[in-house]
């Protein structure tokens, strides 16, 4: 084997791990609340859903390296909401994933990504109490400002569309 055959494997095994993530600092600038967002997180397993607050509020998954001897870093992957227009809670919204995860179940971009980065996920969490706090609306500004990659709606439509006609 040539240098030239070594070269199209690691392309090949390169490829297979490549994931587009967006860097928009003007996007990133862009995102403003008046609330205060005190992140709390947890790393996405089965057992520590004891730690996951029973109160609506808004939720992203990261996939970090920690312990590691990197500077400290990851990517936002997904964002959600729950309790906004029902009775859920973070609770059992983490309890959901768990499911999802157990039954190899649920929407194929979410399973992937809590099959996919198993051991590496991390939910943080903000507890948002009381229905004055409009979940749905800072949801998408919190979307648009990060476009996750596992997210495919509630991103503005400007920003879809841009999305969409990029190749």
Do not use: C
């Not at 309790?83 to 992937?112: C, I, M, W």
């Not at 590496?120 to 476009?147: H, Q, T």
């Amino acid at each position: 084997m040539g240098i030239h055959s070594d070269l199209v494997n690691q392309t090949k095994k390169y490829k297979g791990e490549l994931h587009e993530f967006s860097l928009s600092m003007t996007q990133w600038r862009k995102f403003k609340t008046k609330y205060k967002l005190t992140w709390q997180k947890t790393r996405f397993d089965e057992a520590n859903h004891v730690h996951i607050p029973k109160e609506r509020g808004i939720y992203a998954f990261t996939v970090e390296l920690s312990p590691s001897k990197l500077p400290q870093h990851g990517y936002i992957l997904y964002v959600g909401i729950t309790g906004d227009t029902s009775a859920a809670t973070l609770h059992s919204r983490y309890r959901q994933y768990v499911a999802n995860l157990k039954k190899e179940d649920g929407r194929p971009a979410v399973f992937f990504m809590l099959k996919n980065w198993s051991g590496d996920l991390f939910f943080n969490y903000v507890p948002l109490a009381g229905s004055s706090v409009e979940l749905g609306k800072m949801e998408k500004s919190l979307l648009s400002a990060v476009i996750p990659p596992v997210n495919k709606r509630d991103i503005e439509a400007t920003i879809t569309a841009a999305k969409a006609a990029a190749f």
